[in-house]
Each structure stands twice: as structure tokens, then as C-alpha cells.
């Protein structure tokens, strides 16, 4: 079972750079997400998409876009890469949503240095 | 506003001891907690969850938690620790009245070092 598949595992960017990081899932969850996590830090939203076509801003959207044309893919670019999206990103999806205790499946992530 | 807190952010035993990760949750509302799982470079894994039906959970590879709503508590335990328990342990609380989606509330985390 593939479940959420990121790419690529790692990267390193100058800044000023663009990039974008591939998400793909084949649980045919309709809500995916897109996480950073910082060095002693929890995860944080930074976008979500409650199904194809559609997107909105989580915690800290600056700095990034995404798009949802197919269930399957959710990409997260980057525009013009700072210092300060130095991060680990993970997408993750759920088969639900705004239902309690539905569990959410991520990526392995990728980690992300700008220079 | 929801949040989690986990009191350590590391916390080191011996192959075969207890585990002890804590875990403090503030809610205005029952909540929705889970307790996830990360190995080195590997995404995040579900552990257990908290469905209100009973309040001690059971999870994977022998680890359970505890709901105490008097404590506003959830920590995670194990009798015995293993080797391959060494990972970094992620404390949660899902805001079901997100208005549509998952929104997910993490704590900092807490890395676990097992040694021989």
C-alpha cells in the first residue's frame, strides 16, 4: 500500500529559487493537507484542500500556493524561496472531514534547506 | 482556543523500563486526542486515539493512554520499552468544529531515547 507519497525526500534551494513539492495519495481521500514542522515545534497547517479544485489557508499560507486539479495530487510551491522556509514539509490526508477521531495519513516528508 | 502541551521534550530509559510521555490538552469541549509516532526520516504514524468510549486506549506495539478529564490529561505508557521504540512521540488534538475540515493541534513533541 503506497498511502501518501512525497517527493522529494530532500532539498536544498538558494534563495530567491522556486520549487515544488509533489504530494500524491491513492486512498481517494477527498481532504489533504500541507504540514511544516521546525526543530522543536509541532506540526503547522500551512494549506488545506477539501477536495479537487478546492483550497484554503491554514495557519502560515505566506509564502506558498497550492493546487488541487485531481483527488489524487496536491502540490505545494514554493515562489521565492527565504531562509525561513528552511523546514521539514509533510503532506498528509483523511478520508474525512470536521468528524472527530478520523485519522490522518502523511507522507515521509521532505526536508527542505535554503541557502 | 484549543491546545496540547507535552511536559518533556526528551525523555531517556532503559531497554525493558516503563515508558512515560506526557501529555496536557485544553479544550472547551469533549475532545477528539491522538498520540502519533515518528521514526527517523519516516512520516508520522497513528498510534492510538481517543474515541470517548472508554478512557484508557489501547494502541500499536504496546503502548496505551490514558483519558483523564479531571487532569485534562492524556499521557502515553508502555510496561516495557524496546529498542525500536527510540522515535520522536507527537501528542494531538483534532478541533472537530473546524467548520469542514481536519484541523490537527500539535504538541512540540517528545524525542525517546532507549538504551541498552
Known amino acids: 500500500n503506497a498511502g501518501v507519497t512525497q517527493t522529494p525526500k530532500f532539498r536544498i534551494l538558494k534563495i530567491g529559487q522556486s520549487m515544488t513539492l509533489q504530494c500524491t495519495q491513492d486512498?481517494?481521500?477527498?481532504?489533504m493537507y500541507w504540514y511544516r514542522q521546525d526543530p522543536g515545534m509541532g506540526l503547522k497547517l500551512i494549506y488545506y484542500s477539501v477536495g479537487a479544485g478546492i483550497t484554503d489557508k491554514g495557519e502560515v499560507p505566506n509564502g506558498y500556493n497550492v493546487s488541487r486539479s485531481t483527488t489524487e495530487d496536491f502540490p505545494l510551491r514554493l515562489e521565492l524561496a527565504a531562509p525561513s522556509q528552511t523546514s521539514v514539509y509533510f503532506c498528509?490526508?483523511?478520508?474525512?472531514?470536521?468528524?472527530?477521531?478520523?485519522?490522518?495519513?502523511f507522507g515521509q516528508g521532505t526536508r527542505l534547506t535554503v541557502v | 482556543a484549543q491546545s496540547v502541551t507535552q511536559l518533556d521534550s526528551h525523555v531517556s530509559v532503559s531497554e525493558g523500563t516503563p515508558v512515560l510521555l506526557r501529555c496536557n490538552y485544553s479544550s472547551s469541549y469533549s475532545p477528539s486526542l491522538f498520540w502519533y509516532v515518528q521514526h527517523p526520516n519516516k512520516g508520522l504514524q497513528l498510534l492510538l486515539k481517543y474515541t470517548s468510549a472508554a478512557t484508557l486506549v489501547k494502541g500499536i506495539n504496546g503502548f496505551e493512554a490514558e483519558f483523564k478529564k479531571s487532569e485534562t490529561s492524556f499521557h502515553l505508557t508502555k510496561p516495557s520499552a524496546h529498542m525500536s521504540d527510540a522515535a520522536e512521540y507527537f501528542c494531538?488534538?483534532?478541533?472537530?468544529?473546524?467548520?469542514?475540515?481536519?484541523?490537527?493541534?500539535f504538541g512540540a513533541g517528545t524525542r525517546l531515547a532507549v538504551h541498552p
Open positions: 486512498m481517494n481521500h477527498n481532504y
Open positions: 498528509a490526508s483523511t478520508s474525512k472531514g470536521g468528524r472527530p477521531n478520523t485519522e490522518a495519513f
Open positions: 494531538v488534538v483534532s478541533d472537530t468544529r473546524s467548520g469542514g475540515y481536519n484541523k490537527l493541534i
